[in-house]
Structure formats: C-alpha cells, structure tokens
C-alpha cells in the first residue's frame, strides 16, 4: 500500500507523541490501515498480523478500508532505550487533512494518538496484547463519539456553555452566591483556544448525572483564563483545564486537578473529600 512521502514523514514526525487525541472521532467514515515497523527487534512478519487487527477492527466500527484514502490509521512500531535498556514503543495514530480554524488552508495533522511503552518478556504475546487494547480504546471512544451525536438532543457551544449550564461567570458575583448558599466554589478553568476543554465540557460537564452533582455541592464558576479576572492565586497555573474547588469562606484552594480526565476519573474526583 503507498501513501504519499509527506504522509510517511509526518508519520514518522510526530510518532513520539505520547498524548492522546483532543479531538473528536466523527466523521471518520473511511482510512487506510497502516502498519509501520521500524523496531529492529519485531520481525516485519508481524505487521500482517497487525494489519489484520485493525481490519477486524475497521469492520466492526463500520468503516471502510476498501480504497485508497488520504486518510491513515496507523500503528507504529520503534526502539527506545534508557540507559542499557531498549523497549519496544507502540504508537496508534489517525492522520487525515484538516483545514485550520478561521482559515482555508488545509494541512495534515494527527487527529488520534497514542503510545504505549513497555519491555516484552513474550514478544509475540505483549505485542499483539498491546496493540489489541490500543484498538480497543479507539473503539470505545470511536463509538462514544458518534453514539453522543447521533442521540444528543442539544450541543453547547463554547460561547453559550457556561449560560445554559448555569454556571455564574464573575468571580465576585459566584464567591457572593457562594458564601449565602454555604458551598464550596467549583471552578472550571478555561480558554477560548484549549481543545481539551471543549471535550471535557461535551463528554463530562455537559453530562445530567455529572452537572446535577455539581449544581448540588458547588457553585459552579467558568473562568477564561486569558481574562485574568480573579484572584492572583488562580493565576499561578497557566494550564487549561483546571477544575478548582475553592473554600467560599476562606477562598482557599481546596483541590485543583489539571487536564482532562475521563468519567471515571471526574466522578471519584467529584466524591472524594
């Protein structure tokens, strides 16, 4: 199977990556699976194998594989080492083009991505272990994706969240509400350029179940980091999204957490004490 040399060097470029995607897996209704190997310990007679996974996988999710396509799953094999010790790094990723925000220029990004490291005792064994449970995790969020837009009834934007959510947008005013109803405040932290705070408000915030805990304990406050207005101690992370639960008395940070997370992850983050 040939794909174009660009293609192959960003391929190559970005097989480093050790993040996962921040966008969603819609519309991906085609791909050409790929297997790349260039680990000098796994024997190229594997990549059949592999190429055979990810076609089981393709029919499952429906998605066709019969022509060419400028579009490109593929699982990346390479060797790293530390110190004495090489390991094996799989990395699964979904090149296509896409065009750039405000503009018409198109360009081919990464829209999935992710890498596991590991040293395999049973070659064989770990390696297609590996590679199945990376599928897997494709899958699920593959399905996730397209099953939340197909049954959605009403998507937020970024610009209308925090109003048909319910969450205040004044430190003051919140911190005010706050301290009359005797709950703590539950800062969303955000920008308008932050990827993955637009996932986390359509997968998690925007959730029924989720957003009725929230309303329930906290006073939810959505904050534009890029704004700077609030206090100079919410100012110190410049990572987005941080979720914050602030003492309304004392205005003290009680928990901070930065990044995405999954449902799992934000429910006993949500319940801890």
């Known amino acids: 199977m040939q794909v174009t040399k660009g293609i192959l060097f960003l ?19 085609s791909y ?10 796994v024997d190229k007679k594997y990549n059949a194998e592999l190429n055979v996974l990810m076609q089981e996988l393709s029919q499952r999710l429906k998605i066709d594989t019969s022509r060419y396509d400028s579009r490109v799953l593929v699982v990346v094999l390479s060797d790293f080492s530390v110190g ?41 064994e770990d390696l297609i272990d590996t590679v199945e449970d990376m599928l897997e995790k494709f899958a699920l969020q593959y399905e996730d994706d397209n ?4 049954q959605s009834k009403e998507v937020f934007s970024h610009e209308d ?40 408000e359509k997968r998690i915030l925007s959730k029924a179940d989720i957003h009725a805990k929230i309303k329930e304990k906290y006073v939810p406050l959505m904050l534009n980091f890029d704004t ?3 206090p100079k101690q919410l100012q110190k992370n410049a990572l987005t999204p941080t979720l914050y639960i602030i003492d309304s008395k004392t205005q003290e940070v009680q928990k901070a957490f930065i990044g995405y997370m999954s449902n799992e992850e934000f429910l006993y983050y949500l319940n801890s004490k």
Do not use: H
């Open 147 to 150: 099953q939340k837009v197909s």
């Open 32 to 41: 050409d699976p790929m297997v790349v190997n260039m680990s000098k310990s």
């Open 11 to 29: 391929v190559f470029s970005f097989s480093a990556l050790f993040a996962q995607s921040f966008y969603t897996l819609t519309g991906v209704k």
């Open 228 to 230: 700077k207005k609030f």
């Open 84 to 124: 004495d010790t090489v390991a094996l790094k799989v990395g699964l990723e979904l090149g296509e083009y896409v065009t750039r925000s405000q503009s018409k220029e198109t360009v081919f990004a990464l829209t999935y991505s992710d890498t596991q490291m590991f040293k395999p005792k049973d070659l064989e």
């Open 161 to 200: 969240f925090a109003g048909k959510m319910g969450y205040e947008k004044e430190y003051a005013t919140a911190l005010l509400k706050a301290q009359k109803a005797n709950k703590p405040l539950f800062i969303f932290m955000t920008t308008n350029y932050c990827p993955w705070c637009r996932k986390l």
